[in-house]
T-cell receptor, first 116, second 115 residues
Framework: AQSVSQHNHHVILSEAASLELGCNYSYGGTVNLFWYVQYPGQHLQLLLKYFSGDPLVKGIKGFEAEFIKSKFSFNLRKPSVQWSDTAEYFC??????????????FGKGTSLLVTP | DAGVIQSPRHEVTEMGQEVTLRCKPISGHDYLFWYRQTMMRGLELLIYFNNNVPIDDSGMPEDRFSAKMPNASFSTLKIQPSEPRDSAVYFC?????????????FGSGTRLTVV
């Protein structure tokens, strides 16, 4: 079974600071990778996803993530955060081989607070 | 498309009562997932369906929980009897061929409080 680790549980940044949230997964096969965002009181929304090709993936709202296969990592980055980025961020993995399930496995999430 | 629709948005019930949560997936999506979100455990998969058939229910906590999908446009998650530890936000998600280049769309969730 796959597992997903998000290293930072709580992050506090000032506006305009750069952001990097760590995500590592444990699975030896081919994976699909996702980052979701959950704004306070809302449902999960897809930020970006990686299936194949260029390991640097660009998503919505200026977010990007880099898939490093050798490190089993898929870290989320944003060069300059805004107050409106305050939210919970979830990394998720889905295995692509035929013996694994179709569901997403989520990390525990990272709570980001951006201060003015 | 209206997206994944869940009802009710909020449910407060007394311990021992039956609770039914509802989900309408996006039309044409052939996979439906039920997740539970708590502070302690994060997002946990409870069960998922493919073409209305339950595929993996290993995440269902115990026999008090049951889920059905009588047709492609409707699913229910039932808790009977409910307990305070069932308090959580329950999300439904749907997807078209999840292993392909498609995403998973989540509903707005049902916040369940059992007192």
């Amino acid at each position: 079974a796959q597992s997903v680790s998000q290293h930072n549980h709580h992050v506090i940044l000032s506006e305009a600071a750069s952001l990097e949230l760590g995500c590592n997964y444990s699975y030896g096969g081919t994976v699909n990778l996702f980052w979701y965002v959950q704004y306070p009181g809302q449902h999960l929304q897809l930020l970006l996803k990686y299936f194949s090709g260029d390991p640097l993936v660009k998503g919505i709202k200026g977010f990007e993530a880099e898939f490093i296969k050798s490190k089993f990592s898929f870290n989320l980055r944003k060069p300059s955060v805004q107050w409106s980025d305050t939210a919970e961020y979830f990394c998720a993995v889905n295995a692509r081989d035929s013996n694994s399930g179709y569901a997403l496995n989520f990390g525990k999430g990272t709570s980001l607070l951006v201060t003015p | 498309d209206a997206g994944v629709i869940q009802s009710p948005r909020h449910e407060v019930t007394e311990m021992g009562q039956e609770v039914t949560l509802r989900c309408k997936p996006i039309s044409g999506h052939d996979y439906l997932f039920w997740y539970r979100q708590t502070m302690m455990r994060g997002l946990e998969l409870l069960i998922y369906f493919n073409n209305n058939v339950p595929i993996d229910d290993s995440g269902m906590p115990e026999d008090r929980f049951s889920a059905k999908m009588p047709n492609a446009s409707f699913s229910t998650l039932k808790i009977q009897p409910s307990e305070p530890r069932d308090s959580a936000v329950y999300f439904c998600a749907s997807s078209l061929r999840p292993r392909g280049n498609y995403g998973y769309t989540f509903g707005s969730g049902t916040r369940l409080t059992v007192v």
